[in-house]
């Protein structure tokens, strides 16, 4: 199984019950690798931090229901490879609180929707590259001519779409990532 993140035990720095159970454990004696073992398997929910496939070293994620600031920040939290991030919707977010977080990790923003030019605006400065697309398909491939081996391309809207709901974004963006070919 793959991992998005550096280290799965930091699942618990923002969700209280994790951070309870984890106490529990602890009192119970155990084991820090059975702990780990559990929370990595929050992972494979469909499309919350769902590796999709990869292709020539680019790995690619699914993140569609990641569709708030703070979803998207958490996803961010414990990446530790390059992304070239598409994100966006027609929701009009305030994205800058996740400015430091993309000046850190985000080697190019691909912005969708109706918050491209809000996207553009926030992350000018902050993110060397950023590029609109029309649509999650051209998106992808936008996003697969700019990533580079060891690059992860992550779907994280940060923003709900009035037109299609996460579930079938994130379908269409599995759907484009396992049709393409370098």
Same mark, same amino acid.
């Given at each position: 199984?793959?991992?998005?993140?550096?280290?799965?035990?930091?699942?618990?720095?923002?969700?209280?019950?994790?951070?309870?159970?984890? @106490?529990?454990?602890?009192?119970?004696? @155990?084991?820090?690798?059975?702990?780990?073992?559990?929370?990595?398997?929050?992972?494979?929910?469909?499309?919350?931090?769902?590796?999709?496939?990869?292709?020539?070293?680019?790995?690619?994620?699914?993140?569609?229901?990641?569709?708030?600031?703070?979803?998207?920040?958490?996803?961010?939290?414990?990446?530790?490879?390059?992304?070239?991030?598409?994100?966006?919707? /027609?929701?009009?977010?305030?994205? /800058?609180?996740?400015?430091?977080?993309?000046?850190?990790?985000?080697?190019?923003? @691909?912005?969708?929707?109706?918050?491209?030019?809000?996207?553009?605006?926030?992350?000018?400065?902050?993110?060397?590259?950023?590029?609109?697309?029309?649509?999650?398909?051209?998106?992808?491939?936008?996003?697969?001519?700019?990533?580079?081996?060891?690059? @992860?391309?992550?779907?994280?809207?940060?923003?709900?779409?009035?037109?299609?709901?996460?579930?079938?974004?994130?379908?269409?963006?599995?759907?484009?990532?396992?049709?393409?070919?370098?």
């Amino acid at each position: 199984m793959r991992y998005l993140f550096e280290k799965t035990e930091n699942l618990t720095k923002r969700r209280p019950e994790n951070m309870a159970s984890s @106490i529990t454990a602890k009192i119970l004696e @155990i084991r820090k690798e059975s702990i780990k073992n559990c929370m990595g398997d929050l992972n494979t929910l469909t499309h919350r931090q769902h590796f999709i496939k990869s292709i020539d070293g680019v790995m690619y994620y699914d993140d569609a229901q990641a569709e708030s600031i703070n979803a998207t920040w958490f996803t961010f939290e414990n990446i530790v490879n390059p992304v070239v991030w598409i994100v966006g919707g /027609s929701c009009h977010n305030n994205y /800058s609180e996740l400015i430091d977080t993309a000046t850190k990790k985000v080697k190019a923003i @691909i912005a969708l929707g109706n918050e491209r030019e809000n996207i553009e605006l926030t992350f000018n400065g902050a993110v060397e590259e950023i590029h609109a697309a029309d649509s999650l398909a051209e998106a992808v491939h936008m996003a697969s001519a700019i990533a580079e081996k060891n690059d @992860i391309v992550l779907f994280s809207p940060a923003c709900k779409d009035r037109e299609m709901d996460y579930a079938n974004r994130g379908k269409l963006f599995v759907e484009e990532v396992k049709n393409l070919t370098k």
